[in-house]
């Protein structure tokens, strides 16, 4: 079946530019998570997602970052006034509500702002 | 809180010999532990994990991987490597805190195999 999948899967911005980035997570998949993977930090959490609820926004870098889940399903990411230090690669990962441990992830946005 | 600590951060290896990638972790409670693989551009695929029972897992590609409690290790062994195996491996950890099983990460290990 179809995995998860992201787009767009590259984006390059100007400094201060706002973005989008999206996630289609494995249907019927409960639970979403957003990464991050830049050179500095390695892999780092984001978000979490439960259905179309935010439980744990504790990895959010800051109030420039935000998140939502529509309909159980899609998600996007969204970073306003982006600056040069959210260059990096966004994961995201869904899970099944009988397996929550098991997180699935998807090929990844890598977006560089210049 | 939880950490975890991949001890090489660049494993260079011949073709058909053995590998054996370090990880440690750092927890104050139960967790759940997991090997990832990342090839070139590609996003993460679970190799293998351990929730609970028999501490020697197996996973896909012929990995393994054993849990030491005492240690606070989760070593990921492959007792012959293919050029195909060249790629970024990363441990990680959970626990399960309300059902929200947000993964830790180590900086990653990168294995290169060279024939």
């Known amino acids: 079946g179809a995995g998860v999948s992201q787009s767009p899967s590259n984006k390059v911005t100007e400094k201060g530019k706002d973005v989008e980035l999206r996630c289609d997570p494995i249907?019927?998949?409960?639970?979403l998570y957003w990464y991050r993977q830049s050179l500095g930090q390695g892999l780092e959490f984001l978000i979490y997602f439960q259905g179309n609820s935010a439980p744990d926004k504790s990895g959010l870098p800051s109030d420039r970052f935000s998140a939502e889940r529509t309909g159980g399903s899609v998600s996007t990411l969204t970073i306003q006034r982006t600056q040069q230090e959210d260059s990096a690669v966004y994961l995201c990962?869904?899970?099944?509500?009988?397996?929550?441990?098991?997180?699935?992830f998807g090929p990844g946005t890598r977006l560089t702002v210049t | 809180a939880q950490s975890v600590t991949q001890l090489d951060s660049q494993v260079p290896v011949f073709e058909e010999a053995p590998v054996e990638l370090r990880c440690n972790y750092s927890s104050s409670v139960s967790v759940y532990l997991f090997w990832y693989v990342q090839y070139p551009n590609q996003g993460l695929q679970l190799l293998l994990k351990?929730?609970?029972?028999?501490?020697l897992v197996k996973g896909i590609n012929g990995f393994e991987a054993e849990f030491n409690k005492s240690q606070t290790s989760f070593h990921l062994r492959k007792p012959s490597v293919h050029i195909s195996d060249t790629a970024e491996y990363f441990c990680a950890v959970t626990n399960d805190a309300f059902n929200d099983y947000k993964l830790s990460f180590g900086a990653g290990t990168t294995v290169t195999v060279r024939a």
């Open positions: 990962a869904s899970s099944p509500a009988r397996v929550p441990y098991e997180q699935y």
């Open positions: 249907s019927g998949h409960t639970a």
């Open positions: 351990y929730l609970s029972g028999s501490t």
